[in-house]
């Protein structure tokens, strides 16, 4: 089936069988290795890719739903090295062995927008107002991507770094 995808800005028309994931046509039609199969039913992360600027398991959708689509790798987050909040991780050893990373990279950077543009999540004390990250609220938007190594304090710290760079409403909440 055809299918035509842009990813990280350029497009690609691929004859794909309707059975292929995303993260399938990504990683073996694509050859973009960052988003990783770990667990294939989405409950790690590690597939986490942005598709219209909204972060989805890559693992968990269908390539050919994703027709005309505009889809966000990790490889896609920076043109020229590293993005901010990738160097962030690096500064704040937000990361060991790195399996999980890319998924990582990807929902943090959906999540700072999320925040930015007011959008409440489940532990958010109201619904009205510009969104506060905090260390809960924080906890909850990332709860999806699962880091083996334990690498959550560098991770939340390097997403926090940014938030507080980029917004005046950000609080790092101790």
């Not at 294939?40 to 050919?64: E, F, K, M, P, Y």
């Not at 590293?82 to 160097?87: E, F, N």
């Not at 334990?150 to 409403?169: K, M, Q």
Request: with cysteine; glycine share 10%.
């Amino acid at each position: 089936m055809k299918t035509t995808l842009t990813v990280n800005g350029r497009p690609h028309t691929l004859d794909l069988d309707p059975r292929v994931t995303l993260l399938d046509a990504l990683r073996d039609h694509l050859h973009l290795t960052g988003s990783k199969k770990g667990c294939d039913h989405g409950q790690c992360g590690a597939c986490t890719v942005l598709v219209d600027g909204r972060r989805i398991n890559a693992c968990l959708s269908l390539a050919v739903a994703h027709d005309g689509d505009d889809i966000t790798t990790v490889e896609g987050l920076s043109e020229d090295g590293k993005s901010p909040l990738q160097t962030a991780f690096v500064r704040n050893d937000g990361m060991q062995c790195g399996y999980c990373t890319p998924g990582q990279l990807c929902s943090a950077t959906a999540v700072l927008r999320e925040v930015e543009a007011g959008w409440p999540s489940h532990v958010s004390e109201t619904l009205e107002g510009p969104a506060t990250l905090t260390r809960d609220e924080l906890a909850e938007r990332m709860s999806g991507n699962i880091c083996r190594c334990s690498c959550y304090p560098g991770i939340n710290a390097a997403i926090l770094e940014i938030a507080e760079e980029s917004t005046d409403y950000a609080e790092a909440a101790e």
